[in-house]
């Protein structure tokens, strides 16, 4: 089928439906919903079979929907109307959620219904469970719909409210007021899930020291009490503010008056009331932890849990130093398992933004992440694997294929390439390594083509050495046996051996640090060259702003070139 994504931004979901809806053979494009006229414009191009639109925040142009079939992707369930629909169901504790695929009618979220899929909930923040289980089950409802569109004779369902199983309702947008925290009377359980109902936007604006900030990254604090609404510690990038029964760690923070009004670390937006507030250390027991490390038998996991997958410079230093910790371990294979959502996306460019001098932060961040893989590459003592249970991006992809191996979970999304960045050149050794196991074509397709890009077809361009899993639990169990099995194996010292002598062979072809001197002084002529391509980009990124097109690599209808699929193709 012709299919035209419109969408708000190209955010994770619609990145899924994307990558997976081109996978099956859909021809797919993109159209950001600039205006009216822009809309008009894409469906006169496309002529899609179906305009899907996963993504929207105001509603599609009545001349639109009532000449083409447009489908609506809403994160509710059936029955479920209004803005906030995910933001109502973790603020109310639901135990299961859903996703409705509806066309678009006069009515907003009241059209025939095309299909649906629900899923269990779990503690966790709004952008985690809409990345994951929200994504997945709306990747089956449009599979579904679109069965339902391909299938003659289907006709969808009307919303019927006394039908049994409509359970959602028409809710208000959720405004301050219902997300408010009242620290005298909350609960640590209250307070998280009020912030997990607003994270990543718009977070809970609340008074603390002497600021009102919005609120974000909420983890529980075992063992930390103190009185409520104060903080009581500080521990790497985060706060510690008490509640009624104990507290709870606030990694970070947003000040709509500061000099930054972007989401940073907290203990940065509030660093002028802090002066006399103890510090636990970051990634200790009690501490805020962004790093673990776990050991079973022969196999050490190095686990990284950094907010939205950015690494600063410091981070990168604590992650190297814990890396180079492992080493000394009497192990013999680690993994980097990254974190929950995301395995890493590189640089950190909002405190890149905020920093004083943003070109010489760049810099410092670029060399950071450089160090960490070089140490990677290096390693001769222990095979190393990149496990991939969460999305990657820039940077980050390319430090997870500095590991001999790369593992990657089925749903994972990974976009491997800078230039929307403002052309930026990039760096994390990718020159040496995706010659080395995708082969020089595919090395170009992968940091050219600016696309999203599936673990199946990472898997296909050798950027990835195994796919395997659907669920994270079902991921990190298998890793682990996996990881086992390769420490126990035999022929586990003569892997090593080969390795060693490999980038001994590697070395006097071309030293390592010949491809970091390369690649670093390009980066350095984007930071600090009369070209500023790349901190407009960043500026934009971080601040959210708005585009005025849609880049052409997605919108193919826009590009001349694009020799479309006859009709009765696809």
Same mark, same amino acid.
């Given at each position: 089928?012709?299919?035209?994504?419109?969408?708000?931004?190209?955010?994770?979901?619609?990145?899924?439906?994307?990558?997976?809806?081109?996978?099956?053979?859909?021809?797919?494009?993109?159209?950001?919903?600039?205006?009216?006229?822009?809309?008009?414009?894409?469906?006169?191009?496309?002529?899609?079979?179906?305009?899907?639109?996963?993504?929207?925040?105001?509603?599609?142009?009545?001349?639109?929907?009532?000449?083409?079939?447009?489908?609506?992707?809403?994160?509710?369930?059936?029955?479920?109307?209004?803005?906030?629909?995910?933001?109502?169901?973790?603020?109310?504790?639901?135990?299961?959620?859903?996703?409705?695929?509806?066309?678009?009618?006069?009515?907003?979220?009241?059209?025939?219904?095309?299909?649906?899929?629900?899923?269990?909930?779990?503690?966790?923040?709004?952008?985690?469970?809409?990345?994951?289980?929200?994504?997945?089950?709306?990747?089956?409802?449009?599979?579904?719909?679109?069965?339902?569109?391909?299938?003659?004779?289907?006709?969808?369902?009307?919303?019927?409210?006394?039908?049994?199983?409509?359970?959602?309702?028409?809710?208000?947008?959720?405004?301050?007021?219902?997300?408010?925290?009242?620290?005298?009377?909350?609960?640590?359980?209250?307070?998280?899930?009020?912030?997990?109902?607003?994270?990543?936007?718009?977070?809970?604006?609340?008074?603390?020291?002497?600021?009102?900030?919005?609120?974000?990254?909420?983890?529980?604090?075992?063992?930390?009490?103190?009185?409520?609404?104060?903080?009581?510690?500080?521990?790497?990038?985060?706060?510690?503010?008490?509640?009624?029964?104990?507290?709870?760690?606030?990694?970070?923070?947003?000040?709509?008056?500061?000099?930054?009004?972007?989401?940073?670390?907290?203990?940065?937006?509030?660093?002028?009331?802090?002066?006399?507030?103890?510090?636990?250390?970051?990634?200790?027991?009690?501490?805020?932890?962004?790093?673990?490390?776990?050991?079973?038998?022969?196999?050490?996991?190095?686990?990284?849990?950094?907010?939205?997958?950015?690494?600063?410079?410091?981070?990168? +230093? #604590? /992650?190297?130093?814990?890396?180079?910790? =492992? %080493?000394?371990?009497?192990?013999?294979?680690? !993994?980097? &398992?990254? $974190?929950?959502?995301?395995?890493?996306?590189?640089?950190?460019?909002?405190?890149?933004?905020?920093?004083?001098?943003?070109?010489?932060?760049?810099?410092?961040?670029?060399?950071?992440?450089?160090?960490?893989?070089?140490?990677?590459?290096?390693?001769?003592?222990?095979?190393?694997?990149?496990?991939?249970?969460?999305?990657?991006?820039?940077?980050?992809?390319?430090?997870?294929?500095?590991?001999?191996?790369?593992?990657?979970?089925?749903?994972?999304?990974?976009?491997?390439?800078?230039?929307?960045?403002?052309?930026?050149?990039?760096?994390?050794?990718?020159?040496?390594?995706?010659?080395?196991?995708?082969?020089?074509?595919?090395?170009?397709?992968?940091?050219? +083509? #600016? /696309?999203?890009?599936?673990?199946?077809? =990472? %898997?296909?361009?050798?950027?990835?050495?195994? !796919?395997? &899993?659907? $669920?994270?639990?079902?991921?990190?169990?298998?890793?682990?046996?996996?990881?086992?099995?390769?420490?126990?194996?035999?022929?586990?010292?003569?892997?090593?051996?080969?390795?060693?002598?490999?980038?001994?062979?590697?070395?006097?072809?071309?030293?390592?640090?010949?491809?970091?001197?390369?690649?670093?002084?390009?980066?350095?002529?984007?930071?600090?060259?009369?070209?500023?391509?790349?901190?407009?980009?960043?500026?934009?990124?971080?601040?959210?702003?708005?585009?005025?097109?849609?880049?052409?690599?997605?919108?193919?209808?826009?590009?001349?070139?694009?020799?479309?699929?006859?009709?009765?193709?696809?």
């Amino acid at each position: 089928m012709r299919i035209l994504l419109l969408v708000h931004g190209f955010n994770s979901l619609s990145q899924r439906l994307f990558v997976e809806l081109r996978d099956e053979g859909h021809v797919v494009t993109v159209e950001f919903d600039i205006n009216d006229d822009t809309l008009r414009e894409a469906v006169e191009l496309f002529a899609p079979d179906v305009i899907l639109a996963p993504f929207l925040k105001r509603a599609i142009p009545a001349d639109i929907w009532q000449n083409h079939l447009c489908l609506v992707v809403h994160p509710g369930v059936i029955g479920d109307r209004g803005p906030s629909a995910l933001d109502w169901a973790i603020l109310e504790g639901e135990e299961s959620w859903g996703v409705t695929v509806l066309q678009a009618e006069a009515e907003m979220d009241a059209g025939p219904i095309w299909a649906s899929a629900s899923f269990p909930m779990r503690t966790a923040c709004k952008s985690s469970i809409y990345r994951n289980e929200l994504t997945d089950a709306a990747l089956v409802a449009v599979r579904n719909a679109i069965d339902g569109i391909q299938t003659p004779g289907f006709t969808p369902r009307p919303l019927d409210s006394s039908a049994s199983d409509v359970t959602g309702r028409l809710r208000p947008a959720m405004v301050q007021d219902d997300r408010r925290i009242d620290w005298a009377n909350d609960r640590s359980g209250d307070v998280m899930r009020k912030i997990q109902s607003s994270d990543g936007v718009p977070g809970v604006l609340s008074g603390i020291a002497g600021k009102s900030v919005y609120l974000h990254d909420a983890r529980p604090a075992c063992g930390m009490t103190g009185e409520p609404g104060e903080v009581v510690a500080t521990s790497g990038p985060a706060i510690c503010v008490g509640t009624k029964d104990g507290a709870v760690w606030i990694g970070h923070a947003r000040d709509p008056k500061g000099e930054a009004t972007f989401k940073l670390p907290a203990t940065r937006v509030l660093t002028g009331g802090l002066s006399e507030v103890p510090e636990v250390p970051v990634d200790s027991d009690h501490g805020y932890r962004e790093i673990k490390y776990v050991e079973r038998g022969p196999v050490g996991t190095l686990q990284f849990d950094f907010y939205n997958g950015a690494m600063s410079s410091e981070q990168c +230093q #604590r /992650l190297l130093a814990a890396y180079e910790r =492992a %080493l000394t371990r009497p192990t013999k294979v680690l !993994v980097l &398992a990254g $974190g929950c959502d995301f395995w890493s996306n590189g640089i950190h460019l909002n405190l890149i933004e905020a920093a004083d001098n943003a070109a010489e932060e760049s810099w410092r961040n670029i060399n950071a992440i450089d160090d960490l893989a070089e140490a990677v590459i290096r390693t001769e003592s222990h095979l190393t694997i990149a496990a991939m249970g969460g999305n990657s991006g820039a940077g980050g992809v390319f430090l997870a294929r500095a590991c001999d191996l790369l593992w990657m979970r089925g749903p994972v999304i990974v976009n491997p390439h800078y230039k929307d960045m403002g052309n930026l050149y990039g760096s994390e050794f990718w020159t040496y390594l995706l010659p080395r196991h995708c082969g020089e074509e595919n090395a170009r397709r992968i940091t050219q +083509q #600016r /696309l999203p890009m599936s673990a199946k077809e =990472a %898997l296909s361009l050798g950027l990835a050495d195994a !796919v395997f &899993a659907k $669920g994270k639990a079902d991921f990190d169990a298998r890793v682990a046996r996996r990881a086992e099995k390769l420490a126990s194996a035999p022929e586990l010292a003569d892997k090593l051996h080969a390795k060693s002598d490999q980038r001994k062979e590697d070395e006097r072809k071309k030293p390592l640090l010949a491809y970091r001197n390369e690649e670093l002084a390009r980066m350095r002529r984007n930071f600090f060259g009369f070209d500023t391509s790349y901190h407009i980009a960043r500026y934009d990124f971080v601040h959210k702003t708005f585009k005025s097109r849609t880049p052409v690599t997605l919108a193919r209808h826009r590009d001349k070139s694009w020799q479309q699929p006859d009709r009765r193709a696809s």
